[in-house]
């Protein structure tokens, strides 16, 4: 399939940038990232006090299933809360510049040095610091592998 071919909405987010966030809570959006995202992006808080950024076809695809977890569990509600209520939908503008909320900012303790990261169906948004402390922590254990952390994958 040439790559003209391939589905955008099914297509992966992979490899490691630096944009900077400008005074005004602006980033750039890595250059091979725009064109899937170029219609709008939906912000959340991620794990690790990261900033997930999603495709809307991919949120609404992980709202759905969030959709289906019982309401009458604490967990699920809390998790909820704090997903949805720092969400937020943006579109780039003409350079390829989001504008990252401060809720947002604030979560992902993010400055001016910056990670964008792919994630298979998401990108992730780190402070460049604590993307490195991340990844040289994590390091050893990808290397190791000797317990297996998904099975059947390997």
């Given at each position: 399939m040439r790559r003209s071919e391939v589905n955008p909405d099914v297509s992966n987010f992979f490899g490691t940038y630096t944009p900077r966030l400008d005074d005004k809570g602006r980033l750039f959006l890595p250059a091979k990232f725009?064109?899937?995202?170029?219609?709008?992006?939906?912000?959340?808080?991620?794990?690790?006090n990261c900033i997930y950024?999603?495709?809307?076809?991919?949120?609404?695809?992980?709202?759905?299933?969030?959709?289906?977890?019982?309401?009458?569990?604490?967990?699920?509600?809390?998790?909820?809360?704090?997903?949805?209520s720092g969400a937020s939908s943006e579109v780039p503008d003409k350079q390829g510049r989001i504008s990252i909320p401060p809720v947002l900012?604030?979560?992902?303790?993010?400055?001016?040095?910056?990670?964008?990261?792919?994630?298979m169906d998401r990108i992730e948004i780190w402070d460049s610091r604590r993307w490195d402390e991340f990844s040289a922590s994590q390091e050893g254990p990808f290397a190791d592998m000797s317990e297996e952390v998904m099975p059947g994958i390997f």
């Open positions: 725009r064109p899937r995202l170029e219609t709008g992006i939906v912000l959340t808080r991620g794990q690790e950024g999603w495709t809307t076809e991919s949120f609404n695809a992980f709202t759905d299933r969030i959709r289906n977890t019982p309401f009458t569990n604490q967990a699920a509600r809390n998790f909820n809360r704090m997903f949805f900012r604030t979560w992902a303790q993010l400055d001016k040095e910056c990670t964008v990261v792919g994630a």
